[in-house]
């Protein structure tokens, strides 16, 4: 099965810095890598796929690179709504895998 | 609008069996494949498994934590598809969710709440 290495578990930052979550797969996943935002007490919602497109709906300021094994999700300029946690999921055969997550806390 | 509403969980004993259902409407059911996920308290989303779609024969792949235990099934005339989790375990204990497609999980549902407990 494919693991995936998410870090850091968490991060403290404020509003209007920028910030770097990565993600390491334990094979080659190409650009099979999503990754989501969950707030507390919600459903977790796409943020990209395809290690770098983003879903319909998503914030510039969102954006998603790497290929093979090593991949990251960088917020721009953080807004008070981007505080949470983050998964990113390989979506590259079955069985289908997260990572341990990442929760954002404002500094 | 995709709607997805999870229902059934809730309460029971360690060895206990329960079912879920999550009642879809604003997409044609029969196109998708459908998975479930689940979230224990505080820690990271797990994925269970998934039902094909028509075109490849509603069959399912499951996790190795559960398979033999849950079963994914789907009603095509309502589109509703469901979890029969039986034998189930304090670990079990999570909040289920149904999600479209096979992945990357685009639509969600609001999550059911299951409590495996004496």
């Known amino acids: 099965d494919i693991q995936m290495t998410q870090s850091p578990a968490s991060l403290s930052a404020s509003v209007g810095e920028t910030v770097t979550i990565t993600c390491r797969a334990s094979e080659n996943i190409y650009s099979y890598l999503a990754w989501y935002q969950q707030k507390q007490g919600k459903s977790p919602q796409l943020l990209v796929y395809?290690?770098?497109t983003l879903a319909e709906g998503v914030p510039s300021r969102f954006s998603g690179s790497g290929s093979g094994t090593q991949f990251s999700l960088k917020i721009n300029s953080l807004q008070p709504e981007d505080f949470g946690s983050y998964y990113c999921?390989?979506?590259?055969?079955?069985?289908?895998?997260f990572g341990a997550g990442t929760k954002l806390e404002l500094k | 609008e995709v709607k997805l509403v999870e229902s059934g969980g809730g309460l029971v004993q360690p060895g206990g069996s329960l079912r879920l259902s999550c009642a879809t409407s604003?997409?044609?059911?029969?196109?998708?494949?459908m998975s479930w996920v689940r979230q224990p308290p505080g820690k990271a989303l797990e994925w269970l498994g998934f039902i094909r779609n028509k075109a490849n024969g509603y069959t399912t792949e499951y996790s190795a934590s559960v398979k033999g235990r849950f079963t994914i099934s789907r009603d095509n005339s309502q589109s509703i598809l469901y979890l029969q989790m039986n034998t189930l375990r304090a670990e079990d204990s999570a909040t289920y969710y149904c999600?479209?497609?096979?992945?990357?999980?685009?639509?969600w549902g609001q999550g059911t709440l299951v409590t495996v407990s004496a």
């Open positions: 604003g997409f044609t059911f029969t196109d998708y494949y």
């Open positions: 395809n290690a770098k």
């Open positions: 999600a479209r497609d096979k992945a990357p999980f685009a639509y």
């Open positions: 999921q390989h979506h590259y055969g079955t069985p289908l895998t």
